[in-house]
């Protein structure tokens, strides 16, 4: 059994910056990925951490998320710089035994998921 805790979450004003944690798997062959859900809408997929290395985003985050594994800690990390009102959500990290490639944005891929950390941006 997978266990995922994220931490990092908070309030912070537009422009701002947080970064979020998770315990991950030790496996390398895991696809890690960074999710989240506003009230009324659906699961996206924010970033992915892929099992051979490839990072992929959202359009609506490139260039302002960076994702990071941390293969000594076991830790996925999620950097978020200039955050803006509507990236306000419930962070989830998930992982999915095996290369997802451009499915990574695909919630139901996932096997695992934490319990998930709030982030909000406020104008």
């Known amino acids: 059994q997978v266990q995922l805790a994220e931490s990092g979450g908070g309030s912070v004003q537009a422009g701002g910056s947080l970064r979020l944690s998770c315990t991950a798997p030790?496996?390398?062959?895991?696809?890690m990925g960074w999710f989240r859900q506003a009230p009324g809408k659906e699961r996206e997929g924010v970033a992915a951490?892929?099992?051979?290395?490839?990072?992929s985003y959202a359009d609506s985050v490139k260039g302002r998320f960076t994702i990071s594994k941390d293969n000594a800690e076991n830790t996925l990390n999620l950097q978020m710089n200039s955050l803006k009102p509507e990236d306000t959500a419930m962070y989830y990290c998930?992982?999915?035994?095996?290369?997802?490639?451009?499915?990574?944005?695909?919630?139901?891929?996932?096997?695992?998921w934490g319990q998930g950390t709030q982030v909000t941006v406020s104008s």
């Open positions: 998930a992982a999915a035994p095996l290369h997802l490639g451009t499915n990574w944005g695909r919630a139901w891929e996932y096997n695992y």
């Open positions: 030790a496996y390398r062959t895991y696809c």
């Open positions: 951490f892929d099992s051979d290395g490839t990072t």
